[in-house]
């Protein structure tokens, strides 16, 4: 059972930057997906950034939603089983509740990877309040 951990959410004023960390346990592969999904109140959970581990290394490529390209930077530290997301010039509509998930590889279309049925293990959340 993959059982994740986030930490570094918190409350920034509008421009200015946070750093999640999420750490996997109970799978010993470095072969994995693993990304940031996000949900305000009252709006669907949405995918911010996902990244495809091959062998520990970000080769397998990086997805990011649109509306944070060029803002957030996803990462991964294979050493210490952790993926980070780096959120920069940060704005009032990023404030929402801050999920990691992980999923062991399969066949996964382009167009899934940011979609959350792809994924079957969940962390708890960490917030992110953006304000204006």
């Known amino acids: 059972q993959v059982q994740l951990v986030e930490s570094g959410g918190g409350s920034v004023q509008a421009g200015g930057s946070l750093r999640l960390s999420c750490t996997a346990s109970?799978?010993?592969?470095?072969?994995?997906?693993m990304g940031w999904f996000r949900q305000a109140p009252g709006k669907e959970r949405e995918g911010v950034a996902t990244?495809?581990?091959?062998?520990?290394?970000?080769?397998?490529?990086?997805y990011y939603a649109d509306s944070v390209k060029g803002r957030f930077t996803i990462s991964q530290d294979n050493a210490k089983n952790t993926v980070y997301l780096q959120m920069n010039s940060l704005k009032p509509e990023d404030t929402a509740m801050y999920f990691c998930a992980f999923a062991r590889p399969r066949p996964t279309p382009v167009s899934m990877m940011l979609n959350p049925e792809t994924y079957n293990f969940w962390g708890q959340g960490t917030q992110v309040t953006v304000s204006s």
């Open positions: 109970g799978y010993t592969s470095s072969t994995y997906y």
């Open positions: 990244i495809v581990s091959l062998g520990g290394s970000s080769q397998g490529g990086t």
